[in-house]
């Protein structure tokens, strides 16, 4: 991989020959295109490779929370990349030869803010989770005027439901609910604060796993 830093035509996208071109955080560079390998991949990249696209498909839904609350995006891997990374090395378990993600310990978001304290989470009638926590707008960066965000996944139907600023901390209560397609599902609850600026997040919190009535 070399990196284009001069010439009359600057940075390009698309490939050239055997050259590919393209834009990398923020640095335009050129690469030649990878040979095809003509041998059989190891039962453990194949596995690799499942738990990576597993993962990938899992968490595209939650790419443009996790581009700006995931880790500090510094260094050479990007927030969303950081994700995919914690997951599949703190997310995956095997069940016999198959892995599996393990719920309450897959992080949304993952920051210096203060998160919830004593949060907990309450299933009502009409698809509804009923959300209550505990004042700590003196923790910290934390203010009262934080906002509450949900994130709910259903694995029978393999959808997120995304709930943003649905409450600021300061108010200690907060409802979502869910479409009627979700009726007599369960769903993984997960819950982060934000700032106003939007520039910093928590520590996603794992509620469990839900009815909905």
Same mark, same amino acid.
Not at 90 to 100: I, K, S, T, Y
Not at 114 to 120: E, L
Not at 141 to 162: Q, R, W
Not at 169 to 189: C, F, H, N, W
């Given at each position: 991989? =070399?990196?284009?830093?001069?010439?009359?035509?600057?940075?390009?996208?698309?490939?050239?020959?055997? !050259?590919?071109?393209?834009?990398?955080?923020?640095?335009?560079?050129?690469?030649?295109? #990878?040979? #095809?390998?003509?041998?059989? #991949?190891?039962?453990?990249?194949?596995?690799?490779?499942? $738990?990576?696209?597993?993962? !990938?498909?899992?968490?595209?839904?939650? /790419?443009?929370?996790?581009?700006?609350?995931?880790?500090?995006?510094?260094?050479?891997?990007?927030?969303?990349?950081?994700?995919?990374?914690?997951? !599949?090395?703190?997310?995956?378990?095997?069940?016999?030869?198959?892995?599996?993600?393990?719920?309450? /310990?897959?992080?949304?978001?993952?920051? +210096?803010?203060?998160?919830?304290?004593?949060?907990?989470?309450? #299933?009502?009638?009409?698809?509804?989770?009923?959300?209550?926590?505990?004042?700590?707008?003196?923790?910290? /960066?934390?203010?009262? =005027? +934080?906002?509450?965000?949900?994130?709910?996944?259903?694995?029978?139907?393999?959808?997120?439901?995304?709930?943003?600023?649905? =409450?600021?901390?300061?108010?200690?209560?907060?409802?979502?609910?869910?479409?009627?397609?979700?009726?007599? $599902?369960?769903?993984?609850?997960?819950?982060?604060?934000?700032?106003?600026?939007?520039?910093? =997040?928590?520590?996603?919190?794992?509620?469990?796993?839900?009815?909905?009535?």
């Amino acid at each position: 991989m =070399a990196r284009i830093t001069k010439g009359i035509l600057g940075g390009f996208s698309g490939k050239v020959g055997t !050259i590919v071109g393209a834009n990398w955080r923020g640095q335009d560079i050129i690469r030649s295109i #990878p040979k #095809p390998s003509s041998k059989q #991949p190891t039962d453990k990249q194949l596995l690799q490779q499942t $738990k990576f696209s597993m993962v !990938i498909s899992f968490l595209q839904p939650l /790419k443009n929370i996790q581009t700006k609350y995931f880790g500090s995006g510094s260094g050479s891997k990007s927030r969303v990349n950081m994700a995919v990374s914690y997951t !599949i090395s703190e997310a995956l378990q095997m069940n016999g030869d198959v892995p599996e993600l393990v719920y309450n /310990k897959v992080l949304i978001t993952k920051g +210096d803010l203060a998160g919830f304290q004593n949060v907990t989470a309450a #299933p009502q009638t009409g698809n509804t989770i009923a959300l209550s926590w505990e004042d700590n707008s003196a923790q910290g /960066k934390a203010d009262t =005027a +934080d906002k509450a965000n949900a994130v709910c996944y259903c694995e029978e139907l393999g959808t997120f439901e995304i709930f943003e600023s649905v =409450a600021e901390r300061g108010a200690l209560t907060a409802d979502v609910t869910m479409p009627v397609s979700y009726t007599g $599902k369960e769903i993984q609850v997960w819950v982060f604060f934000r700032n106003t600026k939007e520039t910093l =997040a928590c520590n996603s919190a794992y509620l469990g796993a839900y009815l909905l009535i």
